[in-house]
């Protein structure tokens, strides 16, 4: 049974930052392309990045361009997102996702697999 486990997440002040974690069991990872997405409270979720499965291809949102950075790591099955210059427009449960098909689950919302998520909470 597959499964993502997201964590990293709490309070940070503006222009802080943050690093969260995807780890991942249960199916082959290499295999897959992984997605950060956000959810703040009373808005709709929203595509943060997603890495290829290889990482030979990163994408990233507009509104984190820059600031933001994917990286996995195949042996450890782990995705990271390292945040940087966080602002309280960031706010947001943020959650991983698997798909097979080159990033499809972020661009079209297509995830085979995605965790619970974590809490980031940006604020003085």
């Known amino acids: 049974q597959a499964h993502l486990v997201e964590s990293g997440g709490g309070l940070v002040q503006p222009g802080g930052s943050l690093s969260l974690s995807c780890a991942t069991s249960?199916?082959?990872?290499?295999?897959?392309?992984i997605g950060w997405y956000r959810q703040a409270p009373g808005k709709a979720r929203e595509g943060v990045s997603c890495?290829?499965?290889?990482?030979?291809?990163?994408i990233y949102a507009d509104s984190v361009k820059g600031r933001f950075t994917i990286s996995r790591d195949n042996p450890r099955k782990t995705v990271y997102l390292h945040m940087n210059n966080l602002q309280p427009e960031d706010t947001a449960v943020y959650y991983c996702?698997?798909?097979?098909?080159?990033?499809?689950?972020?661009?079209?919302?297509?995830?085979?697999?995605w965790g619970q998520g974590t809490r980031v909470n940006v604020s003085s």
């Open positions: 890495i290829t499965n290889g990482a030979e291809n990163s």
């Open positions: 249960g199916f082959i990872f290499s295999d897959y392309s």
């Open positions: 996702g698997a798909d097979l098909n080159y990033c499809s689950g972020y661009k079209f919302w297509t995830y085979d697999y």
